[in-house]
């Protein structure tokens, strides 16, 4: 894709460190609905079926299966959102040489829209598979389709999203997480306070029986879901694809930030075939990086969840399949193929498997955390977080990059950002441009010699930091509603301990000589073999995003060399 396409998500959602306008899509309509030539409708009709609907006929409904993309031949496509509460907004009507589409297409994924005929509609139909082929086989034509899906899911985000609908009290953790869960996932959607909202209020007096049922999430066919897990949502909303679990992949990637990404990217373009899980979504820790300004290429810097976006999209081009949210519980690697299972208990096959899970946030050892967490204490900044923070004064505690990002990100909300670290500074542990940033920053307040004592709070969440300083035990307090905490990570690999995966004494993934001295030629491979370790969770990477997304790129060719010896 050129550069001129825009990242995934709006750019008022990616991230950037100060609040910006979103993607002009006023200006952008020949490139969001393009009209294809005679020439070009024939270049894609030989990887299409032809199909027809009589009038009024529905031709695909949101948030279940999808016929594909639809090619307008004769007649017309009206297509329209329809929320929880009744309401059906237009989003566009197709006419001939258009097509129907998003992101969602490239993958088989259910569409975000309703689709219904207009006249008698014939059309050409691409299903997911002979999509990704076209867009192999015709690259300018692929190009101009691959925009047109990404500035329409941005269309979808940008304006009325439409789409499920989050009901709960303002500060519930609950509500928080299922926010963070479809922003991050850039799927479109509401949030509405019960309190403020006499629709919401209408849902609540319908649908609430205790506290145990926040928050409510109303689905665009009417349903109401009470408190559901990231994986009961995902897969009502279509995000989680039908998995075969009698397929053998030849590359089972477990964890989608820019390690696993990286690795999806190359082994599917290089026709194996790929599956990606992770337990969130993709970008990992990476994803919620404010901006990453040292990552070659890009001279202006890029958000965290502009180069995930861009590389999930590009996975999925390419074919890797990536279910989501998709946690992994176990890797059982006493029988070939391998094996890992995920949390309800069903078990996906591979010929490798490559662990690219990273590290889990690392917590302070304060009475009450948990109570906070989500209502006032975080461990990633992101724009959900970061409204949250509207003027008022926030602190952070840590001293390395993903916190220096995060506080300049941050200072762009706040009215002040506390950046507390335990030493007596930044330079040892920050690059410089970003202490200088930090320095230019005025509204960012450095506090040496400082670590967490504990938290306060009431109802509505936390209400103030209290730490003490390390040289003298002097008791410093912040009066702050939202504390966010870079304090380091742990290696996530206590999954693998059945499998015998050898680790070093902090957990991190032994891989080459370093697990087995007859390792060989595959630097990264694990004690297992067939299993491989890349990024952040590998004892010895550089905890950089370009290393992993090398070390990603790099582990293919090993497995490629590894299967061939099978």
């Not at 269309?155 to 989050?166: A, F, K, Y």
């Not at 991050?184 to 209020?201: I, M, Q, V, W």
């Not at 070659?296 to 990536?322: C, D």
Request: glycine share 10%.
């Amino acid at each position: 894709m050129s550069d001129h396409v825009p990242d995934f998500i709006p750019d008022s959602l990616t991230g950037d460190p100060a609040p910006r306008p979103a993607v002009d899509l006023a200006t952008r309509g020949h490139q969001i609905y393009p009209v294809l030539s005679a020439d070009e409708i024939r270049r894609l009709g030989r990887f299409a079926v032809e199909r027809s609907w009589p009038d009024g006929a529905t031709v695909f409904r949101a948030c279940l299966d999808s016929p594909g993309m639809v090619v307008v031949l004769r007649g017309r496509l009206l297509c329209s959102r329809t929320d929880a509460l009744g309401k059906r907004v237009e989003v566009v009507d197709y006419g001939p040489g258009q097509f129907s589409g998003e992101v969602a297409q490239l993958s088989g994924r259910p569409p975000l829209v309703d689709g219904v005929a207009v006249g008698q509609l014939d059309a050409l139909v691409l299903a997911a598979e002979p999509l990704r082929a076209l867009l192999m086989a015709e690259a300018e034509l692929g190009e101009r389709l691959m925009r047109a899906f990404i500035l329409r899911r941005v269309q979808l985000i940008d304006r009325d999203p439409g789409g499920p609908i989050l009901v709960g009290p303002a500060a519930h953790a609950g509500l928080f997480e299922l926010e963070n869960f479809l922003s991050r996932n850039a799927y479109p959607y509401t949030r509405r306070d019960p309190a403020r909202d006499p629709e919401a209020a209408e849902l609540v007096k319908q649908h609430w029986r205790s506290d145990a049922d926040w928050p409510l999430v109303a689905l665009p066919d009417g349903f109401v879901l009470r408190n559901p897990s990231l994986g009961e949502l995902g897969r009502c909303l279509g995000l989680f694809p039908k998995l075969d679990r009698d397929k053998v992949v030849d590359v089972m990637v477990v964890g989608a930030g820019p390690a696993g990404l990286a690795t999806a990217v190359y082994a599917a373009s290089e026709g194996l075939a790929v599956m990606v899980l992770d337990q969130r979504a993709y970008g990992g820790q990476a994803g919620a990086s404010a901006r990453i300004e040292n990552f070659l290429g890009f001279p202006t810097g890029i958000s965290g969840r502009a180069l995930a976006g861009r590389s999930y999209v590009q996975a999925l081009k390419f074919g890797a399949e990536v279910a989501i949210p998709a946690p992994a519980t176990r890797l059982l690697c006493h029988e070939r193929p391998l094996k890992v299972e995920l949390d309800d208990g069903s078990c996906l096959r591979a010929r490798t498997v490559v662990l690219a899970t990273g590290a889990r946030y690392r917590k302070p050892d304060l009475p009450d955390l948990a109570r906070y967490e989500g209502r006032g204490v975080y461990y990633w900044a992101s724009p959900v977080e970061a409204k949250l923070c509207r003027n008022e004064p926030v602190v952070l505690v840590g001293g390395g990059n993903s916190a220096g990002q995060a506080a300049v990100f941050l200072a762009g909300y706040a009215s002040e950002v506390h950046l507390m670290v335990r030493g007596p500074g930044l330079a040892a542990t920050m690059s410089s441009y970003l202490i200088e940033r930090i320095a230019a920053t005025a509204n960012i307040k450095l506090h040496t010699h400082l670590e967490l004592a504990g938290l306060e709070g009431d109802e509505g969440g936390l209400t103030r930091v209290r730490c003490r300083g390390r040289l003298d035990g002097t008791p410093v307090d912040f009066d702050a509603r939202r504390l966010f905490l870079f304090i380091g990570a742990d290696p996530n690999s206590d999954w693998l301990r059945e499998c015998g995966v050898a680790t070093d004494a902090k957990g991190f993934v032994l891989t080459g000589a370093d697990a087995r001295r007859d390792r060989g030629p595959f630097g990264l491979e694990t004690s297992v073999d067939g299993v491989f370790a890349v990024g952040d969770l590998r004892a010895g990477s550089t905890k950089r995003v370009a290393a992993a997304a090398g070390e990603g790129a790099a582990a293919v060719a090993q497995i490629h060399a590894y299967l061939a010896q099978q």
